[in-house]
């Protein structure tokens, strides 16, 4: 088989755009992770009540089932910034905003 044309493993693909931070597979690895992790990072609380949905120019977008969440969630908003960013080892989201549902 040609060289443009080698087959790579889906695991090694995403090992190797985690290591090219500048790249946006990266972000899309660390979304993926994001995810998988949510309760665990931001606690059980509000991980079971919200959910990440999208993630544009370092701000995430969590959905979550009403105004008042939105609310209640919002004067915790630096800490998750924290906590996502401490899980993802980096300056990974700068702004959160909700979306009710």
Not at 42 to 66: A, D, E, F, M, Q
Request: proline share 4%; hydrophobic share 35%; glycine share 4%.
């Amino acid at each position: 088989m040609p060289a443009k044309y080698r087959l790579s493993a889906v695991s090694d693909i995403l090992k190797n755009s985690e290591k090219k931070s500048d790249q946006p597979s990266s972000s899309l690895f660390k979304c993926i992770q994001l995810n998988q992790n949510w309760k665990r990072i931001i606690g059980t609380k509000w991980g079971g009540v919200s959910k990440p949905v999208g993630y544009t120019h370092r701000c995430l977008t969590i959905r979550v089932p009403s105004a008042c969440h939105v609310q209640e969630m919002s004067f915790d908003k630096e800490i998750f910034i924290e906590k996502i960013n401490k899980f993802s080892g980096s300056d990974f989201v700068r702004d959160i905003r909700w979306i009710s549902s």
